[in-house]
């Protein structure tokens, strides 16, 4: 098969030429009808309007408070990915994670979860570690080191 011999499963439609005089089928009012806002230029109304009655997402009541927008994502590591990606001695933090492509984004951060088993002596440089990795590493001879967050000074530290 070449290229020149290609074709589309589907074959194309043709396109409606409306508007181009009775004789096309699709002339005078262009399949628009008559009069009204849908027959103009650039009318219409909204995909949400209702016709003028009170549109639903008014007369849908609204509750509760949300936090989202502030929300922390981290992204999460376990000891087997510390494990099988990283050497006996070197150090895992973010630029590492990153200059061996092993991270796609960095969300807010990184967290050290205490999944699997660690048998290499590592230098963890992250945002969040558990309670259990932190023990494992810590069992294996590595350290882990918490990378401080800023964040807004208390109230009284401002006056």
Known sequence: ?????LSPSVPRKERKRVGRGNSSGWGKT????????N????????????GGQM???RR???RGFSNAIFKKEYTLLSLDFLNSHFEDG???SIETLCNKFLLKKCNDGIKVLGNGELTKKLTVVAHKVSKSAKAAIEAKGGSVE??????????????
């Open 39 to 50: 027959s103009r230029a650039g009318g219409g109304v909204k995909p949400y309007f209702e």
């Open 30 to 37: 262009a399949g628009k009808g008559s009069n009204g806002q």
């Open 146 to 159: 918490i990378v401080e967050e800023k964040g807004f000074e208390r109230a009284e530290n401002n006056k």
């Open 1 to 5: 098969m070449k290229l020149n011999e």
């Open 60 to 62: 849908v009541p609204k």
């Open 90 to 92: 070197e150090t895992v």
């Open 55 to 57: 549109p639903i997402y």
